[in-house]
């Protein structure tokens, strides 16, 4: 609550400052003087508190809590198993059901996590949104759509894999069995997609759904609190879909 209000003081300053700017008019010598020496005290406290807040924020943001193995970026589709796996464990931990599938969307995996000490800050710029889960139930002609949606546009994804062979899809499993058009599957996403985010339009109204208030970050954070080190698969558990070139 403190930090809150030194940034609106901060943010009120500085945009009253911006916005008046336009609007100064030159004074007298003797009270322009004046101006100029208190504005220059109210610089210094400011200066103080924001460094303070930084030097707090810095001290939290630098916390290690786990250690990669390996690097993680999500153009080899580890970052992507990273995320999926993170927030799986976590409908797990705090619903005690396991989804079917879980999408993501490579767009929102904003930075890589690289070989050493990962900590509270490279979380947050992994996933700077305040996204949360939400589980879905969608018909097999849903996931029809989500199919043929990944057979062109690659997206971090587990519980789903499929093969494309020279443009066409070849095989689509769910948990290791044949995908059956008839049956329904649970979809664990975030709420971004849920609304059509991505033009993942086919999130959209689907057979049920909940909102399990937790944010994608935090899953991420958790994961990696719980375990002391990170290592993930480049490509089993999350759909790789690969052109296969003929002879």
């Known amino acids: 609550m403190m930090n809150t209000r030194?940034?609106?003081k901060l943010l009120t300053l500085v945009f009253l400052s911006i916005a008046c700017s336009p609007v100064l008019h030159k004074v007298r010598s003797d009270s322009k003087?004046?101006?100029?020496?208190?504005?220059?005290?109210?610089?210094?406290?400011?200066m103080e508190v924001v460094t303070t807040y930084k030097q707090e924020l810095d001290k939290e943001m630098n916390e290690v809590i786990s250690f990669a193995t390996m690097d993680l970026t999500k153009d080899d589709g580890a970052l992507g198993n990273l995320v999926c796996i993170a927030c799986e464990e976590?409908?797990?931990?705090?619903?005690?059901?396991?989804?079917?599938?879980?999408?993501?969307n490579t767009g929102g995996l904003r930075a890589p996590i690289y070989q050493g000490a990962v900590t509270k800050g490279d979380v947050f710029e992994l996933m700077p949104f305040?996204?949360?889960?939400?589980?879905?139930?969608?018909?097999?002609?849903?996931?029809?759509?989500?199919?043929?949606?990944?057979a062109i546009k690659e997206q971090p994804i587990s519980g789903l894999e499929m093969t494309v062979r020279n443009n066409e899809i070849e095989t689509v499993t769910i948990n290791s069995q044949p995908f059956d058009r008839n049956k329904s599957y649970t979809v664990l996403t975030s709420d971004y997609l849920f609304g059509g985010g991505d033009n993942m339009v086919f999130l959209k109204d689907p057979e049920e759904s909940e909102f399990l208030n937790i944010l994608v970050r935090d899953a991420i954070m958790e994961y990696c609190v719980q375990h002391d080190s990170i290592?993930?698969?480049?490509?089993?558990?999350?759909?790789?879909?690969?052109?296969v070139t003929t002879d």
């Open 231 to 243: 290592a993930v698969a480049k490509e089993n558990g999350v759909i790789f879909l690969k052109e």
């Open 130 to 150: 305040d996204n949360s889960l939400v589980l879905i139930t969608l018909s097999g002609d849903r996931i029809q759509e989500l199919v043929d949606f990944l």
């Open 90 to 104: 976590a409908l797990q931990k705090y619903k005690n059901v396991k989804a079917d599938i879980c999408l993501m």
């Open 6 to 8: 030194y940034t609106y």
């Open 33 to 46: 003087t004046m101006a100029i020496q208190q504005q220059m005290q109210a610089d210094n406290e400011l």
